[in-house]
């Protein structure tokens, strides 16, 4: 990244160098070749990491990988099963304003960049609609027990 975005793209934290995750979201999120470049950098990188992390785990029941872009990555690909978990629009805007921070035109700039729910729906092998604490965990607990069984 500090070749790709230069050294504001990280900070120092009292010695601990860490991602400066604002501002590489002001550039990448609003320049597709920069995007490009960072999830040329990065993606590999997670997987390489997400390998180690299933070799370390190999006797657990399943491994759960999550993925804002799974598809758009062809990481479905490497899943036995995948789970979308949404919302509707204007909740996951909300959310991400507020986890983030951000405005509005903001998360929408960035929801430009992945795929529609209408292209991940037509993927999923299960859908989690996240706005009911009670369905989702019901919803949640029956996609548990279906993996157990697998």
């Known amino acids: 990244m500090k070749i790709l975005l230069g050294q504001?793209?990280?900070?120092?934290d009292n010695g601990k160098i860490e991602a400066n995750r604002p501002f590489?979201?002001?550039?990448?999120?609003?320049?597709?070749?920069?995007?490009?470049?960072?999830?040329?950098?990065?993606?590999?990188?997670?997987?390489i990491d997400f390998d180690k992390f299933c070799e370390?785990?190999?006797?657990?029941?399943?491994?759960?990988y999550e993925a804002a872009i799974l598809f758009e990555t062809n990481g479905d690909k490497r899943c036995d099963?995948?789970?979308l978990?949404?919302?509707?629009?204007?909740?996951r805007i909300e959310r991400v304003m507020h986890r983030d921070a951000v405005t509005e035109e903001d998360v929408l700039s960035r929801m430009k960049n992945q795929?529609?729910?209408?292209?991940?729906?037509?993927?999923?092998?299960f859908v989690i609609i996240n706005d009911n604490i009670d369905l989702l965990t019901l919803k949640s607990g029956l996609i548990h027990r279906f993996m157990l069984k697998n």
């Open 8 to 12: 504001q793209a990280y900070i120092d």
């Open 24 to 47: 590489i979201a002001s550039k990448v999120f609003k320049d597709k070749n920069l995007l490009e470049g960072l999830n040329k950098i990065l993606h590999p990188a997670v997987r």
């Open 56 to 64: 370390r785990h190999h006797s657990a029941a399943y491994v759960l």
């Open 115 to 125: 795929w529609t729910q209408k292209e991940k729906l037509e993927l999923a092998d």
């Open 85 to 91: 978990v949404t919302a509707s629009l204007q909740k």
């Open 81 to 83: 099963a995948t789970i």
